[in-house]
């Protein structure tokens, strides 16, 4: 498998906003349920929001619904995850990856971790 390709993280404020891009799996993107994922400084990774083939279903943690918009686009075999009214605890380290069959959870299978994009926000 080759390794998501994760950017658009930063440093900024609460209250502020940030879009992260996920760019992967080249002619196949199309075909996963893909998901983003976040861990913590001394946290395992937890899920955060995931998104069907399709993109007609979306799913999300509670502490980030109402707050964050999932998408992809899947002629750039890319995804998005549109973070407004960032608070102090969305600092993470962001991850994408292929979820199923429970949209929650990343594939068993899947190894293939990126380096991810570092989020901080101060408070």
């Known amino acids: 498998q080759v390794q998501p390709i994760e950017s658009g993280g930063g440093l900024v404020q609460a209250g502020g906003s940030l879009r992260l891009s996920c760019a992967a799996f080249?002619?196949?993107?199309?075909?996963?349920?893909m998901g983003w994922f976040r861990q913590a400084p001394g946290k395992e990774r937890r899920f955060v929001a995931s998104?069907?083939?399709?993109?007609?279903?979306?799913y999300y943690a509670d502490s980030v619904k109402g707050r964050f918009t999932i998408s992809r686009d899947n002629a750039k075999n890319t995804m998005y995850l549109q973070m407004n009214s960032l608070k102090p605890e969305d600092t993470a380290v962001y991850y994408c990856?292929?979820?199923?069959?429970?949209?929650?959870?990343?594939?068993?299978?899947?190894?293939?971790w990126g380096q991810g994009t570092q989020v901080t926000v101060s408070s």
């Open positions: 990856a292929p979820a199923g069959p429970i949209v929650t959870i990343p594939l068993p299978d899947f190894r293939s």
């Open positions: 080249g002619r196949v993107f199309h075909t996963y349920v």
């Open positions: 998104i069907s083939q399709s993109g007609g279903s979306t």
